[in-house]
């Protein structure tokens, strides 16, 4: 069964894709049609700490995006791993190379333990997951030789909470 942060990301995207297909329809050819794809690495942002994002551009105004972050540690008896799978989506407002944007998706998190063994079949392992989703305007600086620049504040929403977040990001298109 699907959760309220998956239905709130497909609302999201039903509505932003129609909005800019009706904006391209008017539009001129630019850096995001001629290079539109980008991978970059975002410090703090939607995974708290670092993402590793790849977005596809969809004509010049929308960009459907991912990313993976993983923290862990541990030591030879325990160790712990979280990881952060961002996917959602751009609506940028003009056409420009430095653009400014509106973004908004779901995280989905898997924390895994492992513990143990200490004795004989004392050996522990358990994954969960979970989600919360994100909001957020930026502003995107994209060059002509591939560089890409972004900034963004981001409302991470989780059950009735929601916080703002920092992300700063630096990349190549192509």
């Given at each position: 069964?699907?959760?309220?942060?998956?239905?709130?990301?497909?609302?999201?995207?039903?509505?932003?894709?129609?909005?800019?297909?009706?904006?391209?329809?008017?539009a001129s050819a630019g850096i995001?049609?001629?290079?539109?794809?980008?991978?970059?690495?975002?410090?703090?942002?939607?995974?708290?700490?670092?993402?590793?994002?790849?977005?596809?551009?969809?004509?010049?105004?929308?960009?459907?995006?991912?990313?993976?972050?993983?923290?862990?540690?541990?030591?030879?008896?325990?160790?712990?791993?979280?990881?952060?799978?961002?996917?959602?989506?751009?609506?940028?407002?003009?056409?420009?190379?430095?653009?400014?944007?509106?973004?908004?998706?779901?995280?989905?998190?898997?924390?895994?333990?492992?513990?143990?063994?200490?004795?004989?079949?004392?050996?522990?392992?358990?994954?969960?997951?979970?989600?919360?989703?994100?909001?957020?305007?930026?502003?995107?600086?994209?060059?002509?030789?591939?560089?890409?620049?972004?900034?963004?504040?981001?409302?991470?929403?989780?059950?009735?909470?929601?916080?703002?977040?920092?992300?700063?990001?630096?990349?190549?298109?192509?």
């Amino acid at each position: 069964m699907l959760g309220p942060r998956v239905y709130f990301f497909l609302i999201l995207v039903a509505f932003v894709v129609p909005v800019a297909m009706a904006v391209e329809a008017g539009a001129s050819a630019g850096i995001r049609e001629a290079l539109p794809n980008d991978i970059s690495i975002e410090a703090a942002g939607r995974s708290i700490v670092y993402t590793f994002n790849f977005q596809r551009m969809i004509g010049n105004y929308v960009g459907l995006e991912t990313g993976v972050s993983a923290l862990g540690g541990g030591i030879s008896e325990a160790n712990a791993l979280l990881v952060f799978v961002p996917v959602g989506a751009k609506l940028y407002l003009m056409p420009q190379d430095g653009a400014v944007y509106l973004t908004g998706g779901v995280v989905f998190i898997n924390a895994s333990v492992h513990v143990g063994p200490f004795e004989e079949g004392d050996e522990v392992d358990h994954s969960e997951w979970g989600t919360y989703n994100y909001v957020g305007l930026g502003m995107e600086y994209r060059s002509s030789s591939g560089l890409l620049f972004r900034g963004t504040a981001y409302g991470l929403i989780a059950d009735g909470g929601f916080f703002i977040w920092p992300g700063l990001s630096i990349g190549y298109t192509f």
